[in-house]
């Protein structure tokens, strides 16, 4: 820990972390890397080493400036909840280390079964991140939460362990398991009124909690449509070939990619691990 003299700004704290075997400097003030030293803190420390990458915080004409590598900015609003400064550092640091690496990104939940990952993407992250909690339950492992590493020649999926960011409108749909992680998980309210948890997941009590990666081997779309019973239907060549899967570089000719509508969890969990097992 140091401090750093940024313009008008002083930065009293900085942390070194390792993500997929780039060495990240992330410099901001110490109210902020509170938030991140327990939203990352299965990650890698590196300590003393030489920084490949560098993100820095700073408030500036009333606003949160995160500065990344090639001098990216992203701009917040100065009253924006700590965790949501945190998770604009951490996507800042996720792009970066992509750039320097080669790697594509993917707004994604992340879990693997076995030696393979299944990634969830979609507009609906509360049921995503439900759904995950209880395919964790059921012995699968995450290797991201809202945020993957895709490494287009392998398509090894890179892990990225951070807390879980769950709606409190979502805690109810959780497995039982993870009532004891949400207690003990820290809560945030956004200056939209929006409540949320940062959930460490190894509270809950399962052993294979974080994976080391694996290969994509399925991809499925949670955009919030649900019936009685839930379903999973072949993609539109339209959608696969929207932002979501050309900007990490997918066809649907390399990773099968299904139409969720969700159900009630249990039986949606059910669909899916069928289905899953089935892309063997």
């Known amino acids: 820990m140091l401090s750093r003299n940024l313009g008008t700004n002083v930065v009293p704290y900085a942390l070194n972390i390792r993500v997929a075997d780039v060495t990240v400097r992330i410099e901001a003030p110490e109210r902020v890397l509170a938030v991140l030293e327990a939203t990352l803190s299965f990650v890698p420390r590196a300590e003393g080493a030489e920084p490949d990458v560098t993100v820095s915080a700073r408030v500036r004409d009333d606003a949160w400036e995160i500065h990344g590598l090639s001098g990216s900015i992203k701009v917040l609003a100065a009253q924006s909840a700590l965790p949501q400064v945190g998770g604009a550092i ?12 080669g790697y594509r990104t993917m707004r994604a939940t992340v879990l693997s079964k076995g030696d393979r990952a299944l990634a969830m993407v979609g507009d609906d992250w509360e049921s995503a991140i ?7 339950g059921r012995g699968w492992s995450y290797v991201g939460s809202d945020n993957a590493l895709l490494d287009p ?12 960011y769950v709606n409190a409108s979502s805690v109810t749909q959780f497995p039982t398991q993870y009532r004891r992680a949400v207690e003990a998980s820290p809560w945030y309210v956004t200056p939209q009124g929006i409540s949320f948890y940062a959930v460490d997941p190894r509270i809950a009590g399962h052993s294979q909690t974080w994976a080391s990666g694996a290969p994509l081997a399925g991809i499925i779309v949670v ?15 339209a959608c696969l070939r929207s932002d979501r ?18 159900g009630g969890f249990v039986e949606t969990c ?3 691990e069928h289905w899953f097992d089935s892309l063997q």
């Open 153 to 164: 020649a392998t398509l090894d999926v890179l892990p990225i362990q951070k807390s879980l």
């Open 245 to 262: 899967f050309t900007r990490a570089g997918l066809d649907c000719s390399q990773v099968p990619a299904v139409d969720l509508r969700l």
């Open 223 to 237: 955009d919030g449509a649900m019936s009685n019973q839930p379903s999973i239907d072949s993609l539109d060549p």
């Open 270 to 272: 059910d669909l899916v």
């Open 90 to 101: 951490v996507t800042s640091v996720i792009r970066d280390v992509a750039v320097t690496r």
């Open 130 to 136: 439900t759904l995950a909690a209880h395919l964790h």
